[in-house]
């Protein structure tokens, strides 16, 4: 790919993601929960429900990011009209079953409670009537308080590093095409593992990222974006603890559950610094916190996933011994 048409692509899945955060507004609906004796018996709550396009994926199958970022653009649907400056300051989400990216996802959203400063919002994400994902999101009316943050670390401006979508654009297979096409521009500070293991086993990673363009100018679709790119690189770190790379044959790797806490306003549209470790994996689960710092060292928000890492045991001793390595299901 020449660097007209990495830009073009990139500038062309950026559209794509805005356009799917857009959610149409399909009605209302009686969410039933069902306990042992049959549905219902629990009881019922209304919903708004909302439905948004998926985006296409080399494997099939709905990115996490995407589908957290439009659970959050649908709790804010049923806040902001008669709220408008109330925003989210934290989500947690768990993704329950794989998406298919190639239909539309319904959202329910019911309206737990709004109060005089917060909102609450429970969000079902759902395809072919199951949920894939289910989200609680709190907003709230800006206040004024105690203010203090984490200072931001010292590391090369992003200016000074490599894009990797400039790394992998004329590398010819799909996972290489797709990664130098994302809508955002990532630059790792200690060099990605694509391909090549980390040289130090420590789990910790920081990455600069920003959109490929300008974003709107409105809060909630900026947090949504922000909560879409968060989930590109939490993996990352599970992976660099053990020296492994997403070209590990037998990997395969997706998002348990994934929180956010938004601290200040964001706009992804500029630099963010992504600083994060792996404090833990076990049980075929791993551990990512994390800290996003804007260009002027403010700390905008905290991220922690937990993801499922699997690999075949035997693919895992091939790879070892020298045999060609498959790509990442993640």
């Given at each position: 790919m020449t660097a007209e048409s990495i830009e073009q692509a990139q500038r062309i899945a950026l559209s794509t993601a805005l356009a799917a955060l857009d959610l149409e507004d399909v009605g209302h609906a009686t969410i039933r929960v069902e306990g042992p004796e049959g549905v219902g018996e629990l009881g019922a709550s209304a919903a708004d429900v909302?439905?948004?396009e998926s985006i296409a994926m080399p494997h099939g199958r709905v990115f996490g990011g995407q589908v957290l970022a439009q659970a959050l653009v649908a709790a804010g649907r049923t806040v902001l009209p008669e709220m408008p400056h109330r925003m989210p300051h934290s989500l947690h989400a768990y993704f329950m079953r794989p998406g298919d990216s190639s239909l539309p996802i319904r959202f329910a959203v019911e309206r737990m409670r709004d109060g005089r400063?917060?909102?609450?919002?429970?969000?079902?994400?759902?395809?072919?009537?199951?949920?894939?994902?289910?989200?609680?999101?709190?907003?709230?009316?800006?206040?004024?308080?105690?203010?203090?943050?984490?200072?931001?670390?010292?590391?090369?401006?992003?200016?000074?590093?490599e894009s990797v979508a400039d790394k992998y654009a004329g590398i010819d297979h799909p996972r290489a095409q797709y990664i130098a096409s994302r809508p955002v521009d990532h630059r790792y500070v200690?060099?990605?593992?694509?391909?090549?293991p980390a040289p130090e086993r420590d789990g910790h990673q920081r990455v600069w990222f920003r959109t490929v363009?300008?974003?709107?100018?409105?809060?909630?679709t900026r947090c949504a974006v922000l909560a879409f790119a968060s989930d590109y690189t939490p993996i990352d770190t599970m992976l660099r603890a053990h020296g492994l790379t997403w070209a590990q044959r037998g990997l395969t790797a997706a998002t348990i559950d994934h929180t956010i806490w938004f601290h200040r306003p964001v706009d992804p549209g500029a630099?963010?610094?992504?600083?994060?470790?792996?404090?833990?994996?076990?049980?075929?689960?791993?551990?990512?916190?994390?800290?996003?710092?804007?260009?002027?060292?403010?700390?905008?928000?905290?991220?922690?996933?937990e993801a499922m890492i699997r690999i075949k045991q035997r693919d895992a001793d091939d790879s070892a011994t020298g045999s060609s390595s498959g790509e990442s299901k993640a």
């Open positions: 909302f439905e948004g400063s917060f909102s609450t919002r429970r969000v079902h994400a759902l395809q072919h009537g199951r949920p894939i994902l289910s989200m609680t999101a709190s907003f709230q009316d800006p206040s004024d308080g105690l203010d203090h943050h984490l200072a931001m670390p010292e590391v090369p401006y992003p200016e000074d590093l200690d060099g990605d593992i694509m391909l090549v363009a300008q974003l709107p100018h409105d809060q909630l630099w963010l610094l992504y600083d994060q470790e792996s404090p833990s994996t076990r049980s075929g689960r791993g551990l990512m916190i994390g800290k996003i710092f804007d260009e002027d060292g403010a700390l905008v928000a905290t991220i922690a996933q």
